[in-house]
């Protein structure tokens, strides 16, 4: 493994690459986890209207990525579009230190804190492009690299972030995340695309896209299938497939928007509680995602991910029964699993499911997501509303159940049809 790093360090623009991703996980784990703070505490929002408000800024950033995406793969311009996006960023930040209307904070989350979002997938658009490999491991191994990377800023970003806010409240938590988003501009625009780097084209399907969430496109089944691909699976399994990761990832999202809320204003503890709760779960991430990377292609990843949702159920029970947030703490372990066999597994699964159309994978994995951040904001601000922070963390157990069910996929027929079979016999032996 440190062969491995130290063969990327030698890689020409990884270091800078590295540096630029890991200024744009500070700037997002600055703001992330306080975002829904500033809400509800100086723009004085309701909790419907922070999921609105939630919501919009996801929706913004799903159509930001798919018209990026679209854009960069038939024109290429990786480099200026995630310059672009992350001007939006820094200039949405800069906005929201004065800002306090909610129309007009509306507006800044859906025309610049949103498009800023689409920075998150760009950057590694760019590392695919910029990155001068060859071989696709080697490739594969960089881009786990940075993002393990982005798990790193997280170790200690909420931290810091609750230490700005502390001394110099949001003005100076938002001003400092503009200057990470100038800051990973900078770097960003004294690189640009290798010749030996990879574009990645995407397929017909673009992430995002509205046909992307409505198709699963199946070959026909008298296509011949290359000898290193697997049969393509069906369409039944493909969709179970995206709705359980969907559902992990709504719950996903409900949690980073509501559990700075219930850890401050439900448990009355501080925003530093916040920070280490995040700061541990990032860091544990890290171990987790390198070992999983290693060792994805020999694992059962059907089964690892069903298991990702138990653990994710487990863990909304406890965060619900918590009687404290010294409790609520060592809890993150098990968030840190889920994130981190969703990330290193999710995508690769799906790619399993359809080894003919691996682009159309991806891009369903990634919609996975968005759909559910889109839906977290509504929902949860929603739930929070009508049941309290606890019951919402109970709702977001019961998504992840149904999740592991879709993943295990058990004969509900057979075992209805035996139990009809049994009752009948024990009818029959009774007369």
């Not at 059907?302 to 990702?308: E, M």
Request: net charge positive; glycine share 8%; proline share 5%.
């Amino acid at each position: 493994m440190n062969s491995r790093l130290i063969s990327l360090a030698r890689i020409p623009y990884f270091l800078p690459l590295s540096a630029a991703t890991l200024m744009l996980g500070i700037a997002l784990s600055f703001t992330a986890p306080y975002l829904s703070l500033f809400g509800v505490e100086q723009a004085d929002m309701t909790p419907l209207r922070l999921g609105v408000f939630m919501t919009l800024i996801a929706a913004s950033g799903v159509v930001a990525s798919a018209v990026a995406g679209k854009w960069s793969d038939k024109r290429g311009h990786h480099r200026e579009l995630l310059l672009g996006t992350l001007i939006a960023a820094a200039l949405g930040f800069l906005a929201l230190c004065f800002v306090r209307n909610y129309a007009m904070l509306v507006g800044i989350g859906i025309a610049f804190l949103g498009v800023g979002g689409a920075a998150m997938s760009l950057v590694f658009s760019f590392a695919r492009a910029a990155l001068p490999v060859d071989d696709e491991a080697e490739r594969s191994f960089a881009l786990a690299s940075l993002r393990t990377v982005l798990s790193m800023a997280w170790v200690f970003g909420p931290s810091v972030g609750a230490l700005v806010l502390a001394a110099a409240g949001f003005y100076g938590l938002f001003l400092f995340a503009a200057a990470c988003f100038a800051a990973c501009g900078v770097i960003v625009w004294r690189m640009h695309d290798s010749p030996k780097g990879d574009p990645h084209s995407a397929p017909a399907h673009y992430a995002g896209e509205p046909a992307s969430l409505l198709e699963v496109t199946a070959p026909d089944t008298d296509e011949t299938v290359p000898p290193h691909e697997g049969p393509q699976h069906s369409r039944a399994e493909i969709w179970r497939s995206t709705v359980a990761l969907t559902l992990i990832g709504l719950a996903a999202s409900a949690t980073m928007i509501v559990l700075p809320l219930y850890v401050v204003h439900g448990m009355h503890g501080s925003r530093i509680d916040v920070s280490i709760m995040l700061g541990l779960g990032a860091l544990l991430e890290i171990p987790m995602m390198l070992a999983l990377g290693a060792r994805g292609s020999r694992l059962d990843k059907q089964r690892w991910l069903a298991a990702c949702a138990v653990v994710h159920t487990v863990y909304f029970v406890a965060v619900a029964a918590s009687p404290n947030i010294e409790f609520l703490i060592p809890m993150q372990a098990f968030n840190a699993f889920v994130v981190s066999v969703t990330s290193c597994l999710g995508m690769t699964y799906m790619q399993d499911l359809m080894p003919r159309s691996p682009g159309a994978a991806t891009a369903l994995f990634f919609n996975a997501s968005r759909v559910g951040s889109i839906a977290s904001g509504v929902l949860s601000g929603a739930l929070v509303a009508a049941m309290g922070y606890r019951g919402t963390f109970l709702v977001c157990g019961v998504l992840t159940i149904g999740s592991f069910v879709l993943f295990v996929n058990p004969p509900f027929k057979a075992y209805a049809q035996r139990s009809w079979a049994w009752w009948k016999g024990r009818r029959e032996a009774a007369r």
